[in-house]
Nanobody
Framework: QVQLVESGGGLVQAGGSLRLSCAAS????????MGWFRQAPGKAREFVGG????????YFADFAKGRFTISRDMVKNTVSLQMANLKPDDTAIYYC????????????WGQGTQVTVSS
């Protein structure tokens, strides 16, 4: 089992930035790709981006490319999502995920953290 706990959500104005963090614990977390999903009100959950087990590469959904970055600290077992140039459409609950394969096919989910972008 892997436990994931997100933090850093909140209210931000359009055009602003926000950094989300995820603390992972449990089974050897370096065995997992890590990443983020989000779910906006009334919409299905969608993949945001992921980072490889080694931290050497990242991959993103088209809407996140150029605005979002993901990093991981292999010592602290944390993953961060840095979001810039935020838009009201980015308002959602953001979930940290872990996957033995790719982050867009998660095996484990965090409880989520709310991000609200005001216009």
């Amino acid at each position: 089992q892997v436990q994931l706990v997100e933090s850093g959500g909140g209210l931000v104005q359009a055009g602003g930035s926000l950094r989300l963090s995820c603390a992972a614990s449990g089974r050897i977390t370096s065995m997992y790709d890590m990443g983020w999903f989000r779910q906006a009100p009334g919409k299905a959950r969608e993949f945001v981006g992921g980072i490889a087990k080694s931290g050497a590469s990242t991959y993103f959904a088209d809407f996140a490319k150029g605005r979002f970055t993901i990093s991981r600290d292999m010592v602290k077992n944390t993953v961060s999502l840095q979001m810039a140039n935020l838009k009201p459409d980015d308002t959602a609950i953001y979930y940290c995920v872990a996957s033995i394969w790719r982050a867009d096919s998660p095996d484990y989910w965090g409880q989520g953290t709310q991000v609200t972008v005001s216009s």
